[in-house]
């Protein structure tokens, strides 16, 4: 009997509309300085992630310290629902940590020449992380571990040595947007700091939340009445096969300094069973490596390659950071050009209240939301 297949979670951002933004902005930033306060407190602490006791990571984070500024026991602990889940995965990543340290070595440096400044071995590096793929064969644990390595060898060439411990590699990881996800509080219906709805046969959700004035006070009623957000087909398609799970409300920060809120509807679908072994007639070949990212390739059961090949050639992680950054420049450029032109012409890029983005750079999804990697 083929064993159950865990579900997979989907995020569908809905666009605030305009007369709410302030109010979901000044919860957003008052929230972020919590969650930066949290994980900065409990940074010390890191190893402690490691071991989880429940899903929930608000709980592990309340049982070791009180709100640094308390705007309610619910609004806390989507606070620190956040902090913890920043905490959980970095303490995953001082585990990754953890196994190259022992190869961290000089053989990865190539000595500053007459004509070259140091750089890195990437040879070296490749023999690590092939000393590693059997042990750890998964494809995002090696793309982790080649991560940690390309980081170690930047903080050598920055500093002269490798870092001795994870903490001395990483800076902390503070939000430098804001992010609250609301599945701290105790649901849609009954939620103290939230209530969320959706309606199926209108085609649409409703939402309310809880934000402090332009004094700073926190009110005990919600925000206005309910707001009415109309749902893509996309989105209604999956609420019929899945099941929704607690909303997030997350800031988006684009280039051109324009900033706003939207409402992630997050989705729980099942995922498509493959199909029996014995009906496979074709598979998948890939590999993983360091200057040539994938290699995959169509082969039918006998060996026969039935497509060319695929290369995802990215130049090495720091080759493919540069080549993003190019196209990040470029964007911005144009984005500024077409808002200019908007602006000049008497009109606006952002729409009243948009449910999809029609369009928005990429550049936003592109980094983590703490900020580029080292």
């Known amino acids: 009997m083929r064993a159950k297949r865990a579900p997979q979670s989907l995020s569908y951002p809905l666009r605030l509309p305009n007369d709410v933004q302030e109010d979901a902005l000044r919860l957003l930033g008052a929230s972020r300085e919590v969650i930066n306060a949290t994980v900065v407190a409990l940074w010390g602490r890191l190893d402690e992630f490691g071991e989880r006791e429940s899903q929930y990571a608000y709980k592990q ?4 310290m009180g709100s640094p500024a308390f705007h309610g026991d619910r609004q806390w602990r989507c606070q620190a629902e956040q902090a913890g889940r920043i905490l959980r995965g970095q303490a995953g990543r001082k585990k990754q940590f953890a196994l190259i340290l022992p190869m961290l070595e000089q053989g990865m ?15 070296a590096i490749q023999a690590a992380l092939a000393s590693l793929r059997d042990e750890h064969s998964d494809g995002g644990s090696a793309v982790e571990l080649q991560s940690l390595i390309e ?3 930047n903080f050598y060439l920055k500093n002269g040595c490798f870092p001795s411990s994870y903490e001395e590699l990483q800076a902390i990881p503070v939000l430098k ?8 509080d105790d649901g849609g219906e009954k939620g103290q700091t939230y209530r969320f709805r959706i309606d199926l046969e209108g085609r649409c959700c409703y939402f309310a939340f809880r934000a402090p004035d332009q004094t700073g006070r926190w009110p005990t009623s919600w925000t206005g009445p309910q707001i009415q957000l109309p749902l893509p087909n996309p989105v209604v398609e999956r609420l019929i096969q899945g099941a929704v799970l607690a909303p997030t409300l997350r800031e988006q920060d684009e280039p051109d300094g324009t900033r706003y809120a939207v409402l992630d509807v997050i989705i729980e679908v099942p995922i498509s069973a493959p199909p029996e072994r014995e009906q496979v007639r074709r598979v998948l070949g890939w590999d993983w490596g360091v200057r040539t990212l994938v290699t995959a390739t169509v082969v039918d059961l006998s060996g026969n390659r039935l497509a060319p090949p695929l290369f995802l050639d990215t130049g090495g992680f720091d080759g493919r950071q540069a080549h993003t ?5 470029l964007l911005k450029s ?3 050009s077409c808002a200019g032109r908007s602006r000049a012409a008497g009109g ?5 209240t948009t449910t999809w983005p029609t369009w928005r750079p990429t550049s936003s999804s592109c980094w983590p939301l703490c900020g580029e990697p080292s």
């Open 61 to 64: 984070v309340t049982a070791m």
């Open 151 to 153: 980081q170690a060898c």
């Open 348 to 352: 606006s890029m952002k729409p009243e």
């Open 325 to 329: 950054r190019r196209h990040i420049d």
């Open 109 to 123: 440096i190539l000595p500053k020449t007459e004509k070259k400044p140091a750089g890195k071995n990437r040879k």
């Open 334 to 336: 144009k984005w500024r």
């Open 177 to 184: 947007v804001g992010i609250l996800p609301y599945a701290g």
